[in-house]
């Protein structure tokens, strides 16, 4: 089992920066691939980045790449997503989520067994 928190949103102006932290409990937060999804009313889910996590690297969204950096500290349970140059179409609830993915998979939210409650990240223009 892993219960995961999110924390770091916040409203903030296009170009400006925030930091997302995921905090996760248990002794087995190093055997979960931890990733980052967004959501808004309109959209379904989406998969934002996940960090590296047993040789694979890290992987982004294309909508992302180059302004979001994902991050992992095994020895503080922690997942972290650096988001530079927010733009206004960043705006969702933004999850992190545990879970056990085969490579093909990692971009699926259903494949993840665990989640956390979300945090709120508003981009004005």
């Known amino acids: 089992q892993v219960q995961l928190v999110e924390s770091g949103g916040g409203l903030v102006q296009a170009g400006d920066s925030l930091r997302l932290s995921c905090a996760g409990s248990g002794r087995t937060f190093s055997e979960y691939a931890m990733t980052w999804f967004r959501q808004t009313p309109e959209q379904e889910r989406e998969f934002v980045a996940t960090a590296a996590w047993k040789g694979r690297p890290a992987y982004y969204a294309d909508s992302v790449k180059g302004r979001f950096t994902i991050s992992r500290d095994n020895a503080k349970n922690t997942v972290y997503l650096q988001m530079n140059n927010l733009r206004p179409e960043d705006t969702a609830i933004y999850y992190c989520?545990?879970?056990?993915?085969?490579?093909?998979?990692?971009?699926?939210?259903?494949?993840?067994?665990?989640w956390g409650q979300g945090t709120q990240v508003n981009v004005s223009s």
């Open positions: 989520a545990a879970g056990r993915p085969v490579l093909s998979a990692l971009r699926t939210p259903s494949v993840y067994g665990f």
